[in-house]
Structure formats: C-alpha cells, structure tokens
C-alpha cells in the first residue's frame, strides 16, 4: 500500500511517500534560485547584526604608574593615535598615576613589610578601578588593554625578586574585577638611567624582569624607553639619560604605547 501526500509550500513541493515499513520525505520540485537568494540574504543579515554588535563596542585603554606615566599626557600622541585606527567613539582612555610609588600601592594582596603602611597596600588601584567603572557605565568593551610604566621605585628598594609576581596579582585583579580573563597588557621598561645599579640596586634587574612579564604572555608587550630621556624636559631644562623623558620623549612613549596596543588588539582579533 502508499500513501502520496503533497505538501504545498511557496517555492517548493514536498511529498510525503508512506508505506508500512518506511517514511521518506523527498524533495520532488524546488527553485533552487529562490532558495539561494533567500540564503544569502539570510547570511548578509546575521554579519550585518555582527558588525553592527561590535561597530557599538568600545576599545578600553587603562593607564597607570608612577612619574614616566604621570608624566605621559594621553592627549599628545597617545590618545589621538587610538582613535585614528578605531574612531573617537569607540574608544575609552583611563589614566590614573602617582610618581615615586611602589606597586604594592597597585597589587591588594602584597604582604606587610617593615616599614609598610597598611592604608596603602592597593589604595591607588581603588582609586584607578572607580575611574574605571564610572567611565564604562552602559558600554560594551569589546577589548581591554592595560598599559603600565612602573618599577622604578620598587628597584630602589631591592624588590625586584618579587616584582613579577606582584605584577602578575595585579593583572589577575583586572581580570577578576572587570570579569573577563583576555586582558591584553603594555609595559614600559625603565630606561637606561641606572645601568650601574648605584641608586636604585635592582635597575638591571628591574628590566629583565619586564621584558619576560611581557615575553612570557601572549596578550603581553613592552615597549624601550632607552632613548626618551635625552634632550629637552618639559621645564626647558637639558637632560641626559635622566630618571625622566623629554618633552618629546613622552610624546613619543605615548605612540610607542598605542601601537603596541593596536598590535595586541589586532593580533587576538584575528584569532
């Protein structure tokens, strides 16, 4: 025995053959045209959805220090190198920088030495996460890229052993806070000021330790800063080798900063 139903629909006949045994549907009569055209517009649809989802999101640049970030004034060449590759409104630009501090200001979770003051073990992170969090209200971050120019004082005081993983604590504090695990991260490293380790002991040591924070991550980079403190500081006064930038040495650390965040961005886009 069979049973044929047809079953009529806009662009195509499906019949339905039943017998005892077995149940087939089989396509008898379509518009292949129709149906390719429907489906390619289905697909142009879902990436315009896409594009439009990721053309409303933000880029998040935090920034953060002591003095050679301080110093770094984003709206010179940082700033306006960002918004060039992603558009003034899609991105967000946070700086929050204290000179001559350690990072146990940063990182909440570092262990009381002596001397330590208890007020400020993590008190500037505070302090930079409420700029954070008020400057991202209602906004889609589509990337977070943290940029940081410090060590300087923790080489003077013989810190240089347990630097990286303070460092490493701190970047797991973003994360945690800002609830995401794919935080890309810059680093400066200091400069060539103290090869000699006479004033700060762990200078050299200090940049070795930067570089393999960065080396050793693949959301991670650094940037030299061994040529911006010579020339001519913000006070008009010559300088060579100083613990601190030129004019243009902070015009210029802040480009380097911005393509090596662009580079992170696009590098982890594509994969």
Known sequence: MLTFVSHRFSDCAESDY?????????????????????LLLATVFLVSVAQSAHADGVHLFILSGQSNMAGLKPEESFTPTVEKKFGADHVIVVKDAVGGQPIRRWHKGWELGEGDNPKQIGDLYN?????????????????????????EKDAREKHG??????????????????????????????????MQNKTYPHWTK?????VELADSNPRGAWVDTDDLNDGTNRNGKE??????????????FGK????????????????
């Open 206 to 210: 200090m940049r070795e330790v930067l």
């Open 161 to 194: 052993d347990v630097y990286a993983a303070s460092f490493n604590a701190l970047l797991d504090q973003l994360r945690s806070d800002l609830k995401r695990k794919d935080i890309n991260f810059v680093i400066g490293r200091l400069s060539d000021f103290d």
């Open 18 to 38: 039943v017998t005892p045994s077995l149940l087939k549907i089989v396509p008898i009569m379509c518009n292949p045209t129709k149906l390719i055209g429907r």
């Open 256 to 271: 380097r900063l911005a393509d090596a965040a662009i580079g992170l961005i696009e590098t982890h886009a594509e994969n």
């Open 239 to 252: 300088i060579k080798n100083d613990l601190h930038y030129s004019g243009k040495g902070y015009v210029e």
């Open 127 to 151: 302090r930079l996460m409420g700029k954070v969090n008020a400057a991202i209200v209602g906004k889609q971050v589509d990337s977070v890229t943290f940029l940081w120019m410090q060590g």
